[in-house]
């Protein structure tokens, strides 16, 4: 009913594939910032801690949405240094 002809009907089933392979594609762009959202949520968190721990000011969101996560790994390993630092 959809088509009439093998043609109309390849055309459809097309439109269906693609209609279907770029939800997919959103679905998996959403969970994969999802995420990175969280992992990055981890990371602002352990940073604001060790910077409490170590008497320092908390950064915000905004200062540290613009880093990448592995200047935000390093800047963890470098409060986490400083802390060790400390302790002995």
Do not use: C
């Not at 999802?34 to 990055?40: F, L, S, T």
């Not at 000011?57 to 990448?68: G, I, K, N, R, Y």
């Not at 996560?69 to 390993?77: I, K, Y």
Request: aromatic fraction near 4%.
């Amino acid at each position: 009913m959809i088509s009439r002809t093998p043609d109309q009907r390849r055309h459809y089933d097309a439109r269906l594939k693609w209609e279907l392979d770029e939800n997919t594609r959103i679905q998996t762009a959403f969970e994969e910032g999802e995420i990175k959202g969280r992992e990055e949520g981890e990371l602002f968190g352990k940073i604001r801690m060790l910077q409490n721990l170590l008497s320092l000011p908390q950064s915000t969101d905004d200062a540290l949405h613009p880093s990448s996560r592995t200047e935000l790994e390093t800047l963890v390993t470098e409060l986490q240094a400083q802390l060790r630092k400390r302790m002995t």
